[in-house]
């Protein structure tokens, strides 16, 4: 599957946007999609998931409450929408699917992933 994420910018502390991940190749009804993030000097970090069903979903700590991922399957798409951003969160943000791979018992990658796009939150 191949995966395209779009929608980054720069925006000021507070604000919001919306990331979407078009998947071709196969459709993402199939996989656990997923979002990932990595600020400069820094590891890549799980941000958040959803079940191939649409059912579960799944966020880091540092993003609950602000950030919500959604999937169209019809549309085989996947979002973020992020509201009360904070320049911590800053980094080229991942769409990817498939198993999650661990490092430390931390999820930091997933089987399949897109060229990221980049958020930057300003204070």
């Known amino acids: 599957v191949q995966l395209q994420a779009s929608g980054g910018g720069l925006v000021q502390a507070g604000g919001s946007l919306r990331l979407s991940c078009a998947a071709s190749?196969?459709?993402?009804?199939?996989?656990?999609m997923g979002w990932l993030r990595q600020a400069p000097g820094k590891e890549r970090e799980f941000v958040a998931g959803?079940?191939?069903?649409?059912?579960?979903?799944d966020y880091a700590e540092s993003v609950k409450g602000r950030f919500t991922i959604s999937k169209d399957n019809a549309k085989n798409t996947v979002y973020l929408q992020m509201h009360n951003l904070k320049p911590e969160d800053t980094a080229i943000y991942y769409c990817?699917?498939?198993?999650?791979?661990?490092?430390?018992?931390?999820?930091?990658?997933?089987?399949?992933w897109g060229k990221g796009t980049q958020v930057t939150v300003s204070s």
């Open positions: 959803i079940s191939w069903s649409g059912t579960f979903t």
């Open positions: 190749g196969r459709t993402i009804s199939s996989y656990t």
């Open positions: 990817a699917g498939g198993s999650y791979h661990y490092t430390g018992g931390r999820k930091t990658g997933m089987d399949y």
